[in-house]
C-alpha cells in the first residue's frame, strides 16, 4: 500500500507556474518538479477546497493547474472536517484569515492522509504551528498526518 498524500493548493500552482525571476521561488517550482516526477510512489488526494482555489486567478494558469490534479481523487468537506479547522481558528493555532488553510489541514486528519504537501509555511508547514496542530488534531481523536513540504518528501 502506498503512503496518501494531500496535495494542497500550492502545489499545484508551483508545479505549472511560468519560471519565477525570484530564485527561492524558482528552487521551489524546480524541487516540485521533481517531487511531482516520482508522485507515482504515493496515492494522491486533493479536495474540493483545493479545486476551489485553483481555480481562481488567471484564466490560462487555473486551467493548468486543474490538468495537473485532473485524474486525483478529491476529498468532499464534511462536518467533522469543518469542526476541526474551525477548532484550529478558535483555538488560535491559525489566524482567523487562515480559515482555508485550516481546513486542508483538517481535510488531510480526517480523511486519514499520512502526508500533507505544502508549500505553505507560513500556515500549515510552520515548524512553530506545526506541533500545536498535531496535538489539536489527537485531541480530537484524529491521527496528524505529517506536514511536508516536496523538498522534505523527495525520496532518493
Given amino acids: 500500500m502506498k503512503p ?17 525571476r525570484d530564485l527561492v521561488k524558482a528552487a521551489h517550482q524546480q524541487i516540485t518538479q521533481e517531487w511531482w516526477e516520482h508522485k ?5 488526494y ?6 476551489q482555489e485553483i481555480t481562481q486567478g488567471n484564466e490560462d494558469a487555473a486551467q493548468r493547474r486543474l490538468t495537473a490534479v485532473d485524474n486525483i481523487p478529491s476529498l468532499a468537506l464534511d462536518e467533522e472536517a469543518l469542526a476541526l479547522a474551525q477548532k484550529l481558528v478558535s483555538m488560535h493555532l491559525l489566524p482567523d484569515k487562515a480559515l482555508l488553510d485550516a481546513l486542508h489541514i483538517a481535510l488531510a486528519a480526517n480523511n486519514g492522509m499520512d502526508y500533507l504537501l505544502t508549500w505553505n509555511c507560513k500556515h500549515i508547514a510552520n ?5 500545536k496542530i498535531e496535538q489539536m488534531c489527537r485531541i480530537m481523536g484524529l491521527v496528524p498526518p505529517v506536514i511536508c513540504t516536496p523538498e522534505e518528501l523527495l525520496e532518493f
Fill in 127 to 131: 515548524a512553530v504551528m506545526r506541533p
Fill in 4 to 20: 496518501s498524500v494531500y496535495i494542497e493548493s500550492s502545489i499545484p500552482s508551483y508545479l505549472t507556474a511560468r519560471a519565477s
Fill in 40 to 44: 507515482d510512489r504515493f496515492d494522491l
Fill in 46 to 51: 486533493v479536495s474540493e477546497v483545493v479545486i
